[in-house]
């Protein structure tokens, strides 16, 4: 049971790192979080094994697939609208090829 606090405080920890960076730098939240969640494996993969990180836990798959969602929901968010209103056509040509490709893919 002590396995799992201590996994939770390592990616509770490495998700407020990503925020503080992202506060730091003004850079998007999104972008700091996958940023700072690639190094981590990286680096503690390498340094103590990829055992650590339990990326295969059932309970840290279902986060990372609600983080997902959350990641994608927060980068829509932090659109600036005005921008958004002027160049809509561009916005929905890139939205509709982004969603296609894959789909038809």
């Known amino acids: 049971m002590t396995e799992i606090w201590a996994q939770a405080a390592l990616w509770l920890g490495l998700a407020l790192a990503a925020t503080l960076m992202s506060i730091f730098?003004?850079?998007?939240?999104?972008l700091s979080e996958i940023v700072v969640g690639t190094i981590a494996q990286l680096i503690i993969g390498a340094m103590l094994g990829v055992a650590i990180l339990q990326g295969d836990a059932s309970w840290i798959k279902f986060l990372s697939g609600a983080g997902a969602i959350l990641l994608t929901f927060l980068a829509g968010a932090e659109l600036d609208p005005v921008v958004f209103r002027k160049q809509w056509e561009?916005?929905?040509a890139i939205g509709l090829v982004s969603f296609m490709v894959p789909f038809l893919g």
Do not use: F, P, V
Request: hydrophobic share 65%.
């Open 90 to 92: 561009q916005a929905l």
């Open 25 to 30: 730098l003004k850079i998007a939240t999104a």
